[in-house]
Structures are given as C-alpha cells and as structure tokens.
C-alpha cells in the first residue's frame, strides 16, 4: 500500500494564479481533509470529506475547492493564489472520524506564492 | 466551538530525563485526543491517542493522561533520547463532529 500520496510536493506560484493539489489513498478510507500549516503554527482544517460526493468546509475554507468524485481521490483547488496562501499542506485520511480512528497523513506540498 | 491551547511552545530536556507537554480544551462534549509526532520536514505520524472513557494509557516510553473534570490531557515521555527531538501536536475532537481541533505545537529539544 503507498498509503496517502500528495502531488507535487513542491510548487511556485504568481499571485493569481489557479492549480490543483493532488491527493490519493488506496486504503478505502471514508473520510479525507485537506490541512494547511503556517511555521509556529498548528495544522487548521481547510475542507473534509466524509464519502464520494461529500464534502464540508473546515476551519479556514476561503479561496479553496474540493471535490470527492471517488473514494481515493480528494483533490484541492486554489482559485486565485494569493502570498497569505504560501503555506505546507497536507492531506489526510481515516477510516471514519465518526469512529475516531486515527488520521494518515501525505508527505506534504510546499506552495510558495510571490 | 472547540478550542485547543498546548503548553509549553518549547521544551528543552536532558536526555534520559522525562518531558511533559500539556493541553486543554473548551469543549466538555470532546471524547478523542490523539499526540502526533512531526520530525522537521516531515509528516505528522500518530503516536498515541486516548478516549474519554479511559483516564491513562501507555506505550512503552510514553503516557498520555486526561482528566476530564479539568479538560486537560497531557504527553509523558520518560529516559528521552535524541530521537525523541521533534514538534508534538495534540489534538481533540468530538466523535459526532467530523473535525480535529489542533494545539499549535511543542518544539521538544533533547540535549546530550
């Protein structure tokens, strides 16, 4: 099992910009999110999903989508890429936060935004 | 809603001595509280986690307590050693609720 796989690991963007944050799990986990984690700082919950077709915002949602067409695959778009968007995101998974189970996290992706 | 406070940002100990991290929570309807584990530039790696039905729980080198009358929960790591020098995160969540809240981190420091 690769686990939680993030793409791409590293990226630079202008201001204004849009793209899209790649996250796959192959351990049939019900629920994926989608963390952001600015130095000195704890991770903040950007969107989840409890299953394909699902999704909620989290913490700090604003300037990001998701999407949760398949059980695997959670993807996260930033819009409009602004500075206070540079951050180390990382996806998650766990087969049921209902349950408390706990969460496996990707390697992450460093978005540097100028 | 939930709100996580963790204390201290920064701890540094003697290797072999034990090191305490302590957290506190808001809300008193919170039943789960994981500890992750961040080495510099790498991912949060679960390495312990307690329910509310259970006041300790261990794992060899390390304890977690909760005590749920004052909403607090706390890391024990006893004989610490350099590979135990990483940033701690707890976390608390409600099992009806679908979200983990965060402390903002411990910077723990091993010296030689």
């Known amino acids: 099992n690769a686990g939680v796989t993030q793409t791409p690991k590293f990226q630079v963007l202008k201001t204004g910009q849009s793209m899209t944050l790649q996250c796959a799990q192959d351990m049939n986990h019900e629920y994926m999110s989608w963390y952001r984690q600015d130095p000195g700082m704890g991770l903040r919950l950007i969107h989840y999903s409890v299953g394909a077709g699902i999704t909620d915002q989290g913490e700090v949602p604003n300037g990001y989508n998701v999407s949760r067409s398949t059980t695997e695959d959670f993807p996260l778009r930033l819009l409009s890429a602004a500075p206070s968007q540079t951050s180390v995101y990382f996806c998650?998974?766990?087969?049921?936060?209902?349950?408390?189970?706990?969460?496996?996290f990707g390697d992450g992706t460093r978005l540097s935004i100028l | 809603g939930e709100n996580v406070e963790q204390h201290p940002s920064t701890l540094s100990v003697q290797e072999g001595d034990s090191a305490v991290i302590k957290c506190t929570y808001s809300d008193s309807a919170s039943n789960y509280f994981p500890w992750y584990k961040q080495e510099l530039g790498k991912r949060p790696q679960l390495i312990i986690d307690?329910?509310?039905n259970v006041g300790e729980k261990k794992d060899q080198r390390i304890a977690v307590t909760l005590n749920k009358t004052a909403k607090h929960f706390s890391l024990h790591i006893t004989e610490t050693q350099p590979e135990d020098s990483a940033v701690y995160f707890c976390a608390a969540s409600i099992e009806s609720n679908y979200q983990l809240i965060w402390g903002a981190g411990t910077k723990l420091i091993i010296k030689p």
């Open positions: 307690i329910r509310s």
């Open positions: 998650a998974s766990s087969y049921s936060l209902r349950s408390n189970q706990p969460q496996h």
